[in-house]
């Protein structure tokens, strides 16, 4: 049975940084590519923000580039996303799952619980 559990979000000033992490279990983690989506207050949309494949090629939505990185640890069968210079429009419930590397949709189900990050001062 698939498990995404995600955590390490909170309230955090403009400018600031958060580490969020994603344990997962029940697939082949190691070849699965992960990545970190992000839904936003009132949007029903979540949009992939950065992608780690199975071969650890990362990617990144333009929103989030040079400021976010994105790595996974197989033998724990984590992902995280280190999120720096945080932004207001940053804000969102963010979530782990794994995404389809030619059309970024994500392929797991259930999904998580997700983590909040809330970016105010």
């Known amino acids: 049975q698939v498990q995404l559990v995600e955590s390490g979000g909170g309230l955090v000033q403009p400018g600031g940084s958060l580490r969020l992490s994603c344990a997962a279990s029940?697939?082949?983690?190691?070849?699965?590519?992960m990545g970190w989506y992000r839904q936003a207050p009132g949007n029903q949309r979540r949009e992939l923000v950065g992608?780690?494949?199975?071969?650890?090629?990362?990617r990144y939505a333009d929103s989030v580039k040079g400021r976010f990185t994105i790595s996974r640890d197989n033998a724990k069968q984590t992902v995280y996303l280190q999120m720096n210079s945080l932004k207001p429009e940053d804000t969102a419930v963010y979530y782990c799952?794994?995404?389809?590397?030619?059309?970024?949709?994500?392929?797991?189900?259930?999904w998580g619980q997700g983590t909040l990050v809330t970016v105010s001062s």
């Open positions: 799952n794994a995404f389809n590397r030619f059309t970024g949709a994500a392929t797991l189900d259930p």
């Open positions: 029940g697939f082949i983690f190691n070849t699965a590519h």
């Open positions: 992608g780690i494949t199975g071969d650890g090629m990362p």
